[in-house]
């Protein structure tokens, strides 16, 4: 059975401080792994990754695959308030997007 | 700004009720897919469109739940009869692409109360 895991499921940081929220899957046929933030509403898409070892940056925001691992993770520098949120990854397999629980990050100031 | 609108923002009814949630998807999208989130299971897909035509269903309880694309710029998601266990927050999301991958568009979610 496909799945997506992500860790931590919450964490809580201060201002300023470097988070790495990591997403390991296991699935039949991979295509692709995204990450969107979730605040008070909907997902936002974040970053699309296909290929190993090469980092797409926004900013503060990066995120990196390592298919050898079968993970991703998605590093968040100088932490600001406006970063606390649901974090989601989801992986693209067979057409599906099997998504993970979240990692629910706050910001303290 | 091209978004995704979704009504009712919010829906409180009591169990036994028809619910009927609405989408507009993004002009020239033509992948439209029905989420349900909980605080337990997460994002589950009910539902995916390509081309108004249904695709994928089996996330959904098929006795109760209906999805369907009237046209290009609708997608409903009913529930009748609902029962609590249907509360939930109700997401619609189209994508520009004609697969599953890459960027989808969130509408604001449907929360939907069923007492």
Known sequence: EDKVVQS???????????????CSYEVTNFRSLLWYKQEKKAPTFLFMLTSSGIEKKSGRLSSILDKKELSSILNITATQT???AIYLC??????QLIWGAGTKLIIKP | DARVTQTPRHKVTEMGQE???????ILGHNTVFWYRQTMMQGLELLAYFRNRAPLDDSGMPKDRFSAEMPDATLATLKI???EPRDSAVYFCASGPSGGRTGELFFGEGSRLTVL
């Open chain 1, 82 to 84: 406006g970063d606390s």
């Open chain 2, 80 to 82: 009748q009869p609902s």
């Open chain 2, 19 to 25: 619910v009927t949630m609405r989408c507009q998807p």
């Open chain 1, 8 to 22: 931590p499921l919450s964490l809580v940081v201060h201002e300023g401080d470097t988070v790495t929220l990591n």
């Open chain 1, 90 to 95: 989801a992986v693209d397999s067979n057409y």
